[in-house]
């Protein structure tokens, strides 16, 4: 049973340029949300998928846009990349069980450099 | 906002040692959720505390949530090497928002 899987793993961008960060979820999860990780600090939640639409938003400018499938995957996308958007992007998935917060799996991340 | 504030920021200990984390919050929390974070890794969940005043271990992990479900402890005994990692909490007051800690990192002397 494969667990959550990001890709790419490592990706270099120039400053203003846009990138998109994907994820497939565990199997048997519906939800998925990303983070944003800077070295030393703990993850940032940025937005929460749900059949599809955002469920909630943390504060994270209008750059930051995201996507689900039908198949529950997931895109995370920046806009007018900036330096301080260089950080370990995370995607973590967790089944839909009524309750505001179960068990999340993290993905291995998708290391984001910004130049 | 909602802030979770996470106390020491690191802790380096002689292996066989007792070490504490400690985490707070500015908002009364619906629940909250351990983690731990090997370097170069991802977090992966430990364990999920719901009601006030509960007390759940594991082996030598001892997790507690305050009374007042504002604050948090992760208590390891005789620690090890491959205890090694940074230990974030997460909370979330009533909302679908995740919110980490800064995460204490562990160093552990052999």
């Known amino acids: 049973d494969a667990g959550v899987t990001q890709s790419p793993t490592h990706l270099i961008k120039t400053r203003g340029q846009q990138v998109t960060l994907r994820c497939s979820p565990k199997?048997?999860?519906?939800?998925v949300s990303w983070y944003q990780q800077a070295l030393g600090q703990g993850p940032q939640f940025i937005f929460q998928?749900?059949?599809?639409?955002?469920?909630q938003r943390g504060n994270f400018p209008d750059r930051f846009s995201g996507h689900q499938f039908p198949n529950y995957s997931s895109e995370l996308n920046v806009n007018a990349l900036l330096l301080g958007d260089s950080a370990l992007y995370l995607c973590?998935?967790?089944?839909?069980?009524?309750?505001?917060?179960?068990?999340?799996?993290f993905g291995q991340g998708t290391r984001l450099t910004v130049v | 906002g909602q802030q979770v504030m996470q106390i020491p920021q690191y802790q380096h200990v002689q292996e066989g040692e007792d070490f504490t984390t400690y985490c707070n919050s500015s908002?009364?929390?619906?629940?909250i959720q351990w983690y731990k974070q090997r370097p170069g890794g991802h977090p992966v969940f430990l364990i999920q505390?719901?009601?006030?005043?509960e007390v759940k271990k594991q082996k030598r992990l001892t997790f507690q949530f305050g009374e007042a479900k504002k604050n948090s402890s992760l208590h390891i005994t005789a620690t090890q090497t491959t205890d090694v990692g940074t230990y974030f909490c997460?909370?979330?007051?009533?909302?679908?928002?995740?919110?980490f800690g800064s995460g204490t990192r562990l160093l552990v002397r052999p």
């Open positions: 973590a998935s967790s089944p839909n069980t009524g309750s505001l917060n179960t068990e999340a799996f």
């Open positions: 199997s048997g999860h519906d939800t």
């Open positions: 998928y749900y059949e599809e639409e955002e469920r």
């Open positions: 908002t009364t929390l619906s629940n």
């Open positions: 505390l719901v009601k006030s005043g």
């Open positions: 997460a909370g979330t007051d009533s909302s679908y928002k995740l919110i």
